[in-house]
């Protein structure tokens, strides 16, 4: 099931957008995940449907730069100040 996160860093305040994050409830084949894009020094959505990860380059939807997985979800670092331990905020509903 997919929610929408936000990432919040305590130290510099970075707030990144609300990022689609996993499998869409009313279409399976729709998924979204979060990457990190150099350019814009942020957190950005990247729709991965019909994808596939290992092969395909994946770009920022805003700068159109390439961006980079995260391997864990507690591995993710802020992409501005780069403090660990962002805060995930989840919800309010799914997608």
């Known amino acids: 099931m ?16 609300q990022i689609r994050w996993g499998v869409s ?3 399976p084949r729709r ?6 894009c150099l350019q ?15 092969v395909d380059e994946f770009t920022c939807p805003h700068c159109s ?3 980079f997985f995260v391997d864990r979800g507690d ?3 802020c992409p501005r100040c780069s403090t660990p331990g962002l805060h995930l905020r989840q ?5």
């Not at 942020?42 to 729709?47: A, F, G, K, Y």
């Open 2 to 17: 997919g929610e929408s996160t936000t990432f919040h860093c305590d130290s510099c305040n970075y707030e990144s957008r």
């Open 25 to 27: 409830v009313v279409d």
């Open 31 to 36: 998924r979204f995940m979060p990457a990190l």
């Open 40 to 54: 814009c020094k942020s957190l950005v959505e990247v729709d991965l449907t019909g994808a596939d990860i290992l």
């Open 65 to 67: 730069a390439e961006v």
């Open 75 to 77: 591995s993710y670092h």
């Open 91 to 95: 919800g309010p509903a799914y997608w």
